[in-house]
């Protein structure tokens, strides 16, 4: 089946905990993207991933890294993670650019103490 | 960057009638215009997408249109169900080679038997 994994679905952590949420597709996709989505705020871009090795900030980058090693996985990282960071996260992927269809992972829903 | 903007932010209809959601984008350069929809705890999910060298779309009971003078962009929904209650996002995109999707705030659409 395809489709696109997240882990954890759910995360409870303290202030300055780094933390890493993984997602993976198995649709051999080349355009990997994280986003967070807060009340009122909709959908915001945090970093996205054109292929292996190649990354870019997003609209809202700060205070989160990624890697993309492999074409399948793109690990989000908080290596210092606050409150604010506490919202609900998608992982995304699609065929190769922003103007294909975004393929959503099931999200994480991330509480920073 | 590219700035949507979404309104309303809640609609209530009663079944069968029609639902209206508005967006209107800043980038002139934008030519890729998706919506998608999300129900209540899950993922968001592309409904129907519009290019810009296409002024209407539709399928079934949903359709887009699309303004490049005006930029802006709508959604219609015809015959609405209580099973098309759900969060609604437009988004833009530059286009292919473009990496960034920017989405609007959402709608919260009800619709009432």
């Known amino acids: 089946e395809a489709q696109v994994t997240q882990n954890p679905r759910y995360l409870i952590t303290v202030t300055g905990k780094k933390l890493t949420v993984t997602c993976s597709q198995n649709?051999?996709?080349?355009?990997m993207s994280w986003y967070r989505q807060d009340p009122g705020l909709g959908l915001r871009q945090i970093y996205y991933?054109?292929?292996?090795?190649?990354?870019d900030k997003g609209d809202v980058p700060e205070g989160y890294k990624v890697s993309r090693k492999e074409k399948r996985n793109f690990p989000l990282i908080l290596e210092s993670p606050s409150p604010n960071q506490t919202s609900l996260y998608f992982c995304?992927?699609?065929?190769?650019?922003?103007?294909?269809?975004?393929?959503f992972g099931p999200g994480t829903r991330l509480t920073v103490l | 960057g590219e700035n949507v903007e979404q309104h309303p932010s809640t609609l209530s209809v009663q079944e069968g009638d029609s639902a209206v959601i508005k967006c209107t984008y800043s980038d002139s350069a934008s030519n890729y215009f998706p919506w998608y929809k999300q129900e209540l705890g899950k993922r968001p999910q592309l409904i129907i997408d519009?290019?810009?060298?296409?002024g209407e779309k539709k399928d079934q009971r949903i359709a887009v249109t699309l303004n490049k003078t005006a930029k802006h962009f709508s959604l219609h929904i015809t015959e609405t169900q209580p099973e098309d209650s759900a969060v609604y996002f437009c988004a833009a995109s530059k286009g292919e080679g473009y990496s960034t999707l920017t989405f609007g705030k959402g709608t919260m659409l009800l619709v009432s038997p």
């Open positions: 991933s054109m292929n292996v090795e190649v990354t």
């Open positions: 995304a992927s699609t065929t190769d650019s922003s103007t294909d269809t975004q393929y």
């Open positions: 519009i290019r810009s060298n296409v």
């Open positions: 649709m051999n996709h080349e355009y």
